[in-house]
Structures are given as structure tokens and as C-alpha cells.
């Protein structure tokens, strides 16, 4: 139960705090490059912290890193707030402060997450339901920020969700762990996992080259903030609704559907001219990440000791994958327009799959 209310409130706090940062960046005069710069920032933080606080929860144990992720999350998410010109310090209102703030709070994320996900398989053995309770969260965070829609004050009630979710954190109690030993590059380990890790990698690059821009894209189709939190809230409602369902299929066909899934969204995502157009699309977007997600997740626990390795590893692979995404999608987006990373996407998602089916017959 506290395992499930602190993915609820730490992913109310993400989703908010993620939702406008492109349109952030540009209030303070950022470019699309200096947009997918800034995203970057964040998830190059996020990836060098889920890979190694991964690797150490096997180690040393769950439950103080997930203690120490999500109060050191309570400070630097609310930081994210100085950027804000209309927040107590104007003059650190500037996209490079923006970045800085990006970073602190992308490298504070990746402590906790792989030790509370192993944690939940550990003691209750399901992912998915788990999974849903953090698409509620980006659900309630998204239709939260569109109520809010001043800046700072996101960042202050994503803090306060972190800050609850710590207080939660002391209420969990561990049983006893099998401390392993883990290299710190665990080559073995990326190697028998290749045909999850790869195409995810890789499907999420293609993803990620829109999401650097789908708010300015979204906002482009004349919708307004309020409407982007809705768009957002659908696809994560769906989310909480479909992964509950999902242990009780296999794998291999969920991430395979999954992949399939992902093509249709991006391709469908090309022809979305307004607001009505994009809701069905938010819905087959959710259905397409949740398999994936779902999927992917279930395998490396039920397939690996070190689950909080394997675990982190993953959440390091989202992370990479929002580095060349959002860099890709700024420049791609600069000079070619905001349809031109979805036909991309499309096009990496199809690699992807072909990977997996090549993985999946030689396993």
C-alpha cells in the first residue's frame, strides 16, 4: 500500500513538473535546439543516477535510497521555480538556469525508482498494477499543472508531493534482502538482456524526438493549456486503467504489441489537426506504453537476480533515449517542422520491432 501511494504522489509531482517545461523554455526566449538542450540536461542526470543508485540498491539494500531519492526530489523540484520570472529571483529567469534546475532534479529522480520497483515485485510480485498507480499520478499531475498554469506554482506542488511521498517512505518495512555482489559495468547482464533493453532504447529515441515538442505542437493546433493537461490526462488514465490488466499476459507478446501499437500513434499523430483528433490518439499512446512498459519490466525481474540492476539499467535506457530524442527533435523540429520527428519516430519504432522479432527467434 505505501509502495503504491508513493508512486501515486512522486508521479503527480513528475508528470506536473514535466508537463510545460518546453513551453517554459520558450517564454524565456529558448529556441527549439536550446529546448531539446535542456531536456537532455535532464535525462543525461537521470540516466548517470538510475544506473548507479540501481547497481547500489542491490548492493546495499531498498529502503534507504528510496528514503534519500525522494527527499532530496522535495529540494530540487522545488528550485525548478526560480526560473520562473514572476517567482522571488527574476534574474535567474534565463533557460541556462533552466537547465541547471533541469539537471539537479533529473539526477535526484534516478535514486529511487529501481529500489522501490524491485521492492513491489519482491513483496507483492506485480508490476503492472504498481505501474497504474503512476500513470494515475501522471493523470492527476497533468490535469493538475493545466489547473495551476503558472509556472512556480507547479513546482511548489510537485515539491510538496515529494515531500509527502518521503514522509511516507519511513512507514515501509523491508524484509530481509539478498545483498549481491554487482560489477559496475555488468556486462554479462546487458548482454543476456540485449533484445529487451535495444529496441526499447530505440523505439523511446523515436518517441521522445516528438514529446521534446508536443507541447509547442499541441499548442500550435490552437489548444490551450487547460486542453494540453486534458490531452495528457487521457493518455495516463488509460494508462492506470490498461496496466492493470496486464500481468496476466506474457511478456514477449505484450512489448510485441506494444511496438506495433507505438507505429500506428506516430503515424497517426502526422495527420492530427485539432484538439478531438488528438484525444483517440492519446488513448492508442497509452495503450502502446503501457505494453511496452509492462512488458519489458515483468521480463527483466522475472529473468534476472539483480533486479534493481536490471531494473535501473532500464530506467538509465528511458533516460539515454531522452538525450538523443530531445536532442534530435530540437534540431529535427527546427528546420523541418513539428510533423518530421513523428514520421521518424515511426520509422526507429519499425527497427525496433524488426530487432525484437530477430531477438525473439534466435532466443
Same mark, same amino acid.
Given at each position: 500500500?505505501?509502495?503504491?501511494?508513493?508512486?501515486?504522489?512522486?508521479?503527480?509531482?513528475?508528470?506536473?513538473?514535466?508537463?510545460?517545461?518546453?513551453?517554459?523554455?520558450?517564454?524565456?526566449?529558448?529556441?527549439?535546439?536550446?529546448?531539446?538542450?535542456?531536456?537532455?540536461?535532464?535525462?543525461?542526470?537521470?540516466?548517470?543516477?538510475?544506473?548507479?543508485?540501481?547497481?547500489?540498491?542491490?548492493?546495499?539494500?531498498?529502503?534507504?535510497?528510496?528514503?534519500?531519492?525522494?527527499?532530496?526530489?522535495?529540494?530540487?523540484?522545488?528550485?525548478?521555480?526560480?526560473?520562473?520570472?514572476?517567482?522571488?529571483?527574476?534574474?535567474?529567469?534565463?533557460?541556462?538556469?533552466?537547465?541547471?534546475?533541469?539537471?539537479?532534479?533529473?539526477?535526484?529522480?534516478?535514486?529511487?525508482?529501481?529500489?522501490?520497483?524491485?521492492?513491489?515485485?519482491?513483496?507483492?510480485?506485480?508490476?503492472?498494477?504498481?505501474?497504474?498507480?503512476?500513470?494515475?499520478?501522471?493523470?492527476?499531475?497533468?490535469?493538475?499543472?493545466?489547473?495551476?498554469?503558472?509556472?512556480?506554482?507547479?513546482?511548489?506542488?510537485?515539491?510538496?508531493?515529494?515531500?509527502?511521498?518521503?514522509?511516507?517512505?519511513?512507514?515501509?518495512?523491508?524484509?530481509?534482502?539478498?545483498?549481491?555482489?554487482?560489477?559496475?559495468?555488468?556486462?554479462?547482464?546487458?548482454?543476456?538482456?540485449?533484445? =529487451?533493453?535495444?529496441? /526499447? +532504447?530505440? $523505439?523511446?529515441?523515436?518517441?521522445?524526438? @516528438?514529446?521534446?515538442?508536443?507541447? #509547442?505542437? !499541441? %499548442?500550435?493546433?490552437?489548444?490551450?493549456?487547460?486542453?494540453?493537461?486534458?490531452?495528457?490526462?487521457?493518455?495516463?488514465?488509460?494508462?492506470? =486503467?490498461?496496466?492493470? /490488466? +496486464?500481468? $496476466?499476459?506474457?511478456?514477449?507478446?505484450? @512489448?510485441?504489441?506494444?511496438?506495433? #501499437?507505438? !507505429? %500506428?500513434?506516430?503515424?497517426?499523430?502526422?495527420?492530427?489537426?485539432?484538439?478531438?483528433?488528438?484525444?483517440?490518439?492519446?488513448?492508442?499512446?497509452?495503450?502502446?506504453?503501457?505494453?511496452?512498459?509492462?512488458?519489458?519490466?515483468?521480463?527483466?525481474?522475472?529473468?534476472?537476480?539483480?533486479?534493481?540492476?536490471?531494473?535501473?539499467?532500464?530506467?538509465?535506457?528511458?533516460?539515454?533515449?531522452?538525450?538523443?530524442?530531445?536532442?534530435?527533435?530540437?534540431?529535427?523540429?527546427?528546420?523541418?517542422?513539428?510533423?518530421?520527428?513523428?514520421?521518424?519516430?515511426?520509422?526507429?519504432?519499425?527497427?525496433?520491432?524488426?530487432?525484437?522479432?530477430?531477438?525473439?527467434?534466435?532466443?
Amino acid at each position: 500500500m505505501q509502495a503504491n501511494i508513493i508512486q501515486f504522489l512522486s508521479n503527480i509531482a513528475l508528470s506536473a513538473s514535466f508537463l510545460f517545461i518546453p513551453n517554459l523554455a520558450r517564454d524565456l526566449g529558448a529556441t527549439n535546439a536550446q529546448i531539446g538542450l535542456i531536456v537532455a540536461v535532464y535525462a543525461a542526470a537521470t540516466f548517470a543516477a538510475s544506473y548507479i543508485f540501481g547497481r547500489l540498491s542491490d548492493i546495499y539494500g531498498r529502503k534507504l535510497f528510496i528514503s534519500l531519492g525522494l527527499g532530496i526530489c522535495a529540494v530540487t523540484f522545488l528550485l525548478q521555480a526560480l526560473a520562473d520570472p514572476y517567482f522571488v529571483a527574476p534574474f535567474l529567469a534565463d533557460p541556462w538556469f533552466l537547465a541547471v534546475a533541469r539537471g539537479l532534479a533529473g539526477f535526484s529522480l534516478g535514486i529511487f525508482p529501481a529500489a522501490l520497483i524491485v521492492y513491489v515485485y519482491d513483496t507483492a510480485g506485480e508490476v503492472g498494477k504498481f505501474s497504474s498507480f503512476g500513470a494515475l499520478g501522471w493523470a492527476v499531475g497533468t490535469f493538475g499543472a493545466g489547473v495551476i498554469a503558472f509556472y512556480y506554482g507547479i513546482f511548489i506542488l510537485s515539491s510538496a508531493c515529494y515531500l509527502l511521498a518521503f514522509l511516507v517512505s519511513f512507514t515501509i518495512k523491508l524484509a530481509d534482502e539478498n545483498r549481491l555482489r554487482v560489477p559496475f559495468f555488468p556486462k554479462d547482464l546487458l548482454k543476456k538482456n540485449q533484445y =529487451v533493453y535495444a529496441p /526499447f +532504447l530505440i $523505439r523511446h529515441i523515436g518517441a521522445n524526438c @516528438i514529446w521534446v515538442i508536443y507541447p #509547442l505542437f !499541441i %499548442a500550435s493546433l490552437g489548444v490551450d493549456k487547460f486542453s494540453i493537461g486534458i490531452i495528457y490526462a487521457v493518455n495516463t488514465t488509460t494508462q492506470f =486503467v490498461v496496466m492493470r /490488466f +496486464l500481468s $496476466r499476459f506474457k511478456e514477449k507478446p505484450l @512489448i510485441n504489441a506494444g511496438l506495433l #501499437l507505438a !507505429i %500506428a500513434t506516430f503515424l497517426s499523430l502526422t495527420i492530427a489537426q485539432s484538439f478531438l483528433h488528438l484525444l483517440p490518439i492519446q488513448v492508442l499512446l497509452a495503450c502502446s506504453w503501457s505494453c511496452i512498459y509492462v512488458g519489458s519490466l515483468t521480463y527483466l525481474m522475472k529473468n534476472n537476480v539483480e533486479r534493481a540492476t536490471s531494473a535501473g539499467i532500464l530506467s538509465s535506457v528511458i533516460s539515454v533515449s531522452q538525450v538523443f530524442g530531445a536532442l534530435m527533435g530540437g534540431v529535427i523540429s527546427q528546420f523541418f517542422g513539428f510533423k518530421a520527428p513523428m514520421f521518424v519516430a515511426a520509422a526507429l519504432t519499425t527497427v525496433a520491432f524488426g530487432i525484437f522479432r530477430v531477438g525473439n527467434r534466435s532466443a
